[in-house]
């Protein structure tokens, strides 16, 4: 700036202005300045630029001796200065230097102004601005704003928050693909009327990350220099709302269904002096007063109602003065004179006067109930009849005491009177041998409070005599406390009779084994040269049952089937039997004939197994192929499936007329190669893996 200029405008005051030189920091400074700063011209001049800096901007000083020493030719910032009453000031200062012919800096010249009202200004607009960006992120309610194009603009945190998305995410993306489709057409004619400069507000659905939110959206125009640039929308979440009005109409619907159709009685109605009069009936009450349908009770008096007056004026009196009534049993008489058991709950409507405007009112047919009262009172006294008087022993104990005794239980431990055993530990009569046992029967039975099964003990007389009892326990209250009811019965006598029983098992179960060995050795004595087999298959077969955790009892009658399963060659002569050469068509034909054979012969023995079944199916095969009748997989029984693999293998490996024994390894590749063909998959497995890892080996004799 010209000098000469510069002292123009320094005259004329209309910004802050001083001059500098490299001795003094203030050589002169016009009017505006002293104004700004507080100064007169005189306190001004003696003053330094650090005794007016602010401490925090003292660095910004740097500049003012760099360009009063040359290094620089002038600067431009903003900076804090202290006014003289103390207040702080922003001022914007802007310096040039002059220099003299040798290069030297002369004078500094500084164009000072005051922006203090600017700062102000802009910082209120930060504080807007931050205030409201604070309270958009932070609404509970979802925020967002679109261009011309329907890309979005802004999304705020709420609206993050229901989409699972961040608002970067959304940031240049069509809003289309947040709308539920059957939504998006509506959608898009808003948008675009809301171009058109129109404020519209409407419901809508979102896809959101955990399904579909509801929104009630107020949507508005976003202008820019009198142009609509685009929308701004306030969505509130009313997915809730919507739920509940949802579930408050159904929930309405299936009162009124549930009012209608539920068998408990319904009622509104007067108590007027003349009997009053019924509002409203649900078609329960009119069914339980005999009535065709709701009309035609309403046309009903109250007062008809009830078998005796006396009933409805109490009835009356007490939801006068209480305003409502519960439970209160009353006999009821219907339209055709009869009378039923009712409970009548109520409660009083009252007006401005304190007046009983009407009562709302159920009414429960109870006739059954009071019968069944009648009933168990009855019962009651018919148990506790039956309880003293039953054969059984039956005694009550509260922690191991006992509390209740009957006669039978008197007479088990030889009692005279009940005061032998009142009073008297429970586990005093229980043999030494089994208190334990019963302690925690006893204390199991009152945590689990569930019936405690039949177990047999010894309980000790009190003659000193033991016998044998079968307990069983269950927990109840007696007199308010927890307590347990102890049923025992004598089995001395069943004791023995079981002695016997079982002893006659095991004398039936000598005698079938001697039946089956003797079966069993008939058809070696006709067939030498398969003597042993049946045994041998039997034991083969047995271990593959148990390789594939079959039963004990189906492995038993597995074992007995293997024993007897060539049978039915007892009726094939014994030259074929024993021919030294390949069987011809004709031979073979008979010696396909000894399953059913078998079959004839042991079908008329009442094994407790399918031995006959097993016996005729042992020749069949998977695929249909075997015989006597050609049966396929399931068809044929699992114990035939085990023998016909176990047969194949211990036949090979035997010695026959018309070949030598083969090796193992042939047997086992014989029933592999045709597994799940002719041989049961499962099976062959088990037989594989009983001989593959050496679990079994074959008889020597």
Not at 262 to 278: D, N
Not at 404 to 424: F, R
Request: charged share 30%; net charge negative; glycine share 6%.
């Amino acid at each position: 700036m010209n000098k000469d200029i510069f002292h123009s405008y320094f005259e004329l005051g209309l910004i802050g202005m001083a001059i500098s030189t490299p001795e003094k920091d203030f050589s002169e400074a016009n009017n505006h300045l002293c104004k700004i700063l507080g100064y007169s011209k005189n306190e001004l001049l003696k003053k330094k630029w650090s005794d007016l800096t602010h401490p925090e901007d003292m660095d910004l000083n740097n500049y003012l001796k760099r360009a009063l020493e040359g290094e620089i030719d002038g600067y431009t910032f903003e900076k804090r200065m202290i006014h003289k009453d103390g207040s702080i000031i922003h001022v914007s200062i802007s310096s040039k230097s002059s220099r003299k012919p040798d290069g030297s800096v002369s004078e500094l010249y500084s164009l000072v102004q005051d922006i203090t009202e600017r700062i102000k200004a802009e910082e209120e607009i930060r504080k807007s601005e931050l205030k409201y960006r604070t309270v958009v992120e932070n609404a509970t309610e979802m925020i967002w704003q679109l261009d011309r194009e329907g890309n979005f603009v802004f999304f705020n945190k709420f609206a993050e928050k229901i989409s699972a998305m961040k608002s970067d995410d959304w940031k240049g993306r069509q809003f289309s693909p947040a709308i539920h489709p059957d939504d998006l057409e509506k959608v898009s004619k808003i948008f675009l009327d809301t171009l058109s400069g129109n404020t519209n507000e409407y419901e809508v659905r979102i896809l959101v990350a955990d399904g579909i939110a509801e929104l009630v959206v107020q949507t508005l125009p976003v202008y820019t220099e009198g142009e609509v640039t685009g929308t701004l929308s306030f969505g509130r979440n009313i997915t809730e709302e919507k739920k509940a009005e949802r579930a408050l109409k159904e929930s309405e619907t299936r009162y009124r269904t549930l009012l209608d159709n539920v068998p408990i009685g319904a009622f509104r109605s007067t108590i007027g002096q003349k009997g009053g009069t019924f509002l409203s009936v649900n078609s329960a009450l009119a069914r339980m007063f005999s009535c065709s349908n709701p009309e035609n009770m309403i046309k009903t008096r109250v007062s008809d109602c009830y078998q005796n007056n006396k009933d409805r004026n109490k009835f009356i009196s007490n939801i006068s003065h209480v305003g409502s009534v519960s439970g209160y049993e009353v006999q009821l008489k219907r339209k055709d004179g009869s009378s039923f058991w009712g409970s009548l709950s109520a409660r009083a409507v009252k007006d401005e006067n304190n007046e009983i405007k009407y009562i709302d009112g159920v009414v429960e047919d109870i006739t059954e109930r009071k019968s069944i009262q009648e009933a168990l009172r009855e019962s009651e006294e018919r148990y506790r009849r039956l309880l003293d008087h039953n054969p059984a022993a039956i005694v009550v104990h509260v922690d191991g005491k006992i509390v209740y005794v009957n006669q039978a239980s008197l007479d088990l431990v030889a009692a005279s009177s009940p005061e032998d055993a009142l009073g008297k530990m429970i586990f005093d009569f229980v043999h030494p041998d089994y208190r334990d046992i019963v302690l925690e029967r006893v204390k199991q039975c009152q945590i689990d409070e569930k019936f405690a099964k039949p177990i047999e003990e010894k309980f000790l007389r009190l003659d000193g005599k033991s016998v044998d009892v079968e307990v069983t326990a269950i927990p109840i209250t007696y007199q308010g406390k927890p307590a347990s009811q102890v049923v025992f019965w004598d089995i001395t006598s069943r004791k023995q009779v079981e002695e016997n029983i079982q002893s006659n098992l095991d004398k039936l179960n000598k005698t079938l084994k001697g039946t089956v060995d003797a079966l069993s050795s008939a058809v070696e004595t006709r067939d030498p040269y398969t003597a042993g087999h049946q045994k041998e298959v039997a034991k083969i077969a047995c271990a593959v049952a148990e390789e594939m955790c079959l039963p004990e009892d189906f492995i038993e009658g597995l074992r007995i089937a293997s024993l007897l399963h060539d049978i039915g060659k007892i009726k094939i002569p014994a030259e074929i039997l024993s021919k030294p050469a390949i069987l011809t068509d004709i031979e073979y034909e008979l010696i396909k004939t000894h399953p059913q054979a078998g079959h004839e012969i042991l079908k008329t023995i009442s094994f407790p197994w399918p031995v006959g079944k097993i016996v005729l199916q042992h020749q069949e095969r998977m695929d249909g192929s075997g015989y006597p009748n050609g049966l396929r997989g399931d068809e044929i029984c699992l114990e035939a499936r085990i023998l016909a693999v176990v047969d194949v293998v211990e036949a090979m490996c035997s010695h026959r007329p018309y070949r030598g024994a083969l090796d193992k390894e042939r047997a086992l590749e014989e029933i592999e190669k045709n597994r799940g063909t002719l041989y049961d998959e499962n099976v062959v497995d088990a037989c594989m893996k009983l001989f593959r890892e050496d679990r079994y080996c074959f008889s020597t004799s």
